[in-house]
């Protein structure tokens, strides 16, 4: 049985009132829709995913599930039943035994939730999971209560929701009008829809602190793990000074095959070690000519990168200079904005700050620059 998911990105979600659509929001160091990607596939139950987004997003979609297994995303509608209806589409040539249809904006699926919608379409054309409502509802005008609603029987649905490919095909062909969601194309269609446990856990992230509640709920499954660099380079005539991706004006600079930032480099081999992979010298070898002169900032780019590829967040870092001159404090602030912007992190996760030897050593001595620097993690248990 092949299954195929489609993954549901093209609302605007206006009541979340946020700068960009929710699904595009970071949420333990990772977009949104990131992190619904991979819990689908988690299980292996998934085959592959099939993005829906808004006209336009097609390209950064695309470079946000980079890696998983996903097709080409293609653009909704106006409504989500039209870009329901677009998915389905687009998976028709090839169609899947089973579909899945999945919200971007919900994060976190349950371990299991899958693999028992599967077992219940074995005796129905859909399946959705649901939880029993538990609050008193009450029906409202004008800011009264008009009636209270009775809670027996009633259950709030939850994504994703799982279709035999054709009954959901034919079941969008059929009925027009508008549902919110596509159990209710089926229900509409006379086909029965099973329920299946769903999880508190599985929230659409609608209002205004369901961020943070996803994310606190993450956060204590998360390991911290530390990591420590350090690095020396030669000051010698002809050559800019750079340190920690500002160039800092000096009679010398630092020599290296790179451009020998000692800062950003001992920042490099920090979060490389706190990964537990490797040092600079592993990912950019200085035997290779590509490197020659090369700007750290990339380096400093692709140990970020790393993190979020490890589902892990950036906790603090810390980078201390050692040298008499030049002075640093000066150029700290400038530091620690360019570091923080290349770590993607807000400045106040990040210290750079200076010390000397007392004129002790090679660094007393004004020959070098040496730095060191420490990083904490949160990585995914």
Known sequence: MRVVALLM??????????????QYLPLVGRPVIRHAAEALLR???????????????????????????????????????????????????????????????RPVVTPGTIAALLAALRDHPGAIPAQPVADTLKAGEDGRVSRTVPRAGLYRAQTPQAFRFGALLDAHRAV?????????????????????????????????G???????????????????????HRLV???????????????????????????????CDAIYGALAEGDIGRHFPPSEAQWKDADSSAF?????????????VL???????????????????????RVAE???????????KATTTERLGFTGRGEGIAAQAAVSLLLPA
């Not at 961020?211 to 420590?228: C, F, K, N, Q, S």
């Not at 160039?247 to 451009?259: A, F, I, R, Y």
């Not at 906790?315 to 904005?337: F, G, Q, S, W």
Request: aromatic content about 2%; hydrophobic content about 45%.
């Open 315 to 337: 906790c603090n870092a810390d980078v201390t200079l050692i040298c008499e001159r030049p002075k640093i404090t000066p150029h700290a602030p400038a530091m620690i904005a």
């Open 43 to 105: 299980d292996g139950l998934v085959a592959g995913l099939q993005p829906v987004v808004a006209a336009g997003e097609e390209a950064r979609v695309a470079a946000l599930l980079d890696g998983l297994p996903v097709r080409p995303p293609v653009a909704g509608g106006a409504t989500r039943q039209e870009s329901v209806r677009a998915g389905l589409g687009a998976l028709a040539a090839d169609a899947p035994d089973v579909v899945l249809v999945h919200d971007a904006a």
């Open 176 to 208: 027009r009008e508008e549902v919110t969601d596509d159990a209710a194309l089926l229900e509409a269609a006379g086909l029965t829809v099973a329920l299946v446990p769903g999880s508190e856990d599985n929230v659409k992230i609608t209002y205004p």
């Open 237 to 267: 005539p002809g050559r800019l000074l750079w340190l920690c991706g500002v160039q800092v004006p000096h009679e010398l600079g630092l020599d290296g095959h790179s451009d020998a930032d000692v800062g950003l480099h001992a920042l």
């Open 9 to 22: 990105a093209a609302g605007n979600g206006t009541r979340l009132g946020a700068p960009v659509p929710k």
């Open 300 to 312: 400093l780019r692709h140990a970020a990168g790393r993190v979020a590829a490890r589902g892990g």
């Open 210 to 232: 369901d961020l943070e509640r996803v994310e606190a709920a993450m956060l204590p499954r998360m390991l911290p793990r530390t990591g420590t660099g350090f690095d020396v």
């Open 342 to 352: 290349l770590l993607g992190v807000p400045a106040d996760r990040v210290s750079v």
